[in-house]
């Protein structure tokens, strides 16, 4: 594998439901990255990870719960979601050193749909 | 805060069109620049990225200058395909380190043969 992966790619599930997206990048980097894509709506960053240290969370919901075992693997774990959370879920990578930017990788992404 | 503002389409071209889509960034500090693009059913491909006055990030026969004066980041390409069609955002980091990328809403590009 290469790259930023993620799983599952489409995932559908009901609003009493709780499952885990996952997310694996194999480049190396130190700071991993959740986003959404909803339609219509411009993609918001949701938490950010750094040396697998929460830095950022940005006013998400607590039924989104992030997880970030290590530094090459994040997790988001879903409950009680609403039909709004439906999106496209893109996890992404890079390489975090204070005071430099480096470019973000991004995988796939994974498409939700709550029924 | 910061933002992005884009232009966001559809824009329809014929092939070999000359493209420009415009970008323009509000920030606070000294921001970096980032062209990303999205094809159907995939995540965002970086394209090219700018990180200070001046530089012009290219890749792929696409360009685009930061311009500090007119706080803009235009994304031009001489010549477009058909496979040039996807959607393509402007986004910007203030801050180094671990920060989250701003976006804009995206313009859907369709290049017709």
């Known amino acids: 594998e290469t790259g930023v992966t993620q799983t599952p790619r489409h995932l559908v599930m009901g609003m009493t439901n709780k499952k885990s997206l996952k997310c694996e990048q194999h480049l190396g980097h130190n700071a991993m990255y959740w986003y959404k894509q909803s339609a219509k709506k411009p993609l918001e960053l949701m938490f950010v990870?750094?040396?697998?240290?929460?830095?950022e969370n940005n006013s998400v919901p607590s039924r989104f719960s992030p997880e970030c075992p290590n530094s090459s693997h994040l997790f988001l774990h879903l409950h009680t979601l609403q039909p709004e959370d439906s999106a496209l879920y893109l996890c992404?990578?890079?390489?975090?050193?204070?005071?430099?930017?480096?470019?973000?990788?991004f995988g796939p992404g994974t498409r939700l749909t709550v029924t | 805060g910061d933002s992005v503002t884009q232009m966001e389409g559809p824009v329809t071209l014929s092939e070999e069109a000359f493209l420009t889509i415009n970008c323009t960034y509000t920030a606070t500090g000294y921001p970096s620049l980032f062209w990303y693009v999205q094809y159907p059913g995939e995540g965002l491909q970086l394209l090219l990225k700018a990180t200070k006055a001046d530089d012009k990030g290219s890749n792929k026969g696409f360009e685009a200058t930061y311009r500090k004066e007119t706080t803009s980041f235009h994304l031009e390409k001489g010549s477009v395909q058909v496979s040039d069609s996807a959607v393509y955002f402007c986004a910007l980091i203030s801050g180094g380190g671990a920060d989250g990328l701003t976006f804009g809403k995206g313009t859907h590009l369709i290049i017709q043969p």
């Open positions: 992404a990578s890079s390489q975090a050193v204070s005071g430099v930017t480096y470019e973000q990788y």
């Open positions: 990870y750094s040396l697998e240290e929460r830095v």
